[in-house]
C-alpha cells in the first residue's frame, strides 16, 4: 500500500524559508512523478509545483516561480520542497501527491492527475 507523509511545515515570518519533505513507501515501481499542492482555508486546492521522477523535468506555478524549488532523491523516495522568500499568501496546508500511472496527456496541474496523496502539512506565513 503506497503511503505518503509530509513533513517540515511550520510558522515563518515573511522573508522566511521552509523545507518540505514527503517520503514516499510501499512503492514496487517508480512513479511517473509527484507534486506539490496546497489548499489555504476556505479555497480550492491549488497546483505548486510537480517533478517527473525518471528526468528530474519540473514545473512550478507562476505564483512560486522563482522562490521555491522542487527536488527529489531517488533511492530515498523522497520529494522536497525547498520555500524562499515566502509571503503570507503563501499560508496554507501543503499536500504532496504521487503519480504512478498518468494518463495519455499528462496533466500535471490537475489533482486528479494524481493516485495517492499524503495527510497535508501546515504552513503559516506571518506578515
Known amino acids: 500500500q503506497v503511503q505518503l507523509v509530509e513533513s517540515g511545515g511550520g510558522s515563518v515570518q515573511a522573508g522566511g524559508s521552509l523545507r518540505l519533505s514527503c517520503v514516499a513507501s510501499?512503492?514496487?515501481?517508480?512513479?511517473?512523478?509527484m507534486g506539490w499542492f496546497r489548499q489555504a482555508l476556505g479555497k480550492e486546492r491549488e497546483f505548486v509545483a510537480a517533478?517527473?521522477?525518471?528526468?528530474?523535468?519540473?514545473y512550478y506555478a507562476d505564483s512560486v516561480k522563482g522562490r521555491f524549488t522542487i527536488s527529489r532523491d531517488n533511492a530515498k523516495n523522497t520529494m522536497y520542497l525547498q520555500m524562499n522568500s515566502l509571503k503570507p499568501e503563501d499560508t496554507a496546508v501543503y499536500y504532496c501527491?504521487?503519480?504512478?500511472?498518468?494518463?495519455?496527456?499528462?496533466?500535471?496541474?490537475?489533482?486528479?492527475?494524481?493516485?495517492?496523496w499524503g495527510q497535508g502539512t501546515q504552513v503559516t506565513v506571518s506578515s
Open positions: 510501499g512503492l514496487t515501481f517508480s512513479p511517473y512523478a
Open positions: 517533478i517527473k521522477w525518471s528526468s528530474g523535468n519540473t
Open positions: 501527491a504521487l503519480d504512478l500511472f498518468p494518463g495519455r496527456i499528462w496533466v500535471y496541474g490537475k489533482p486528479n492527475e494524481y493516485d495517492y
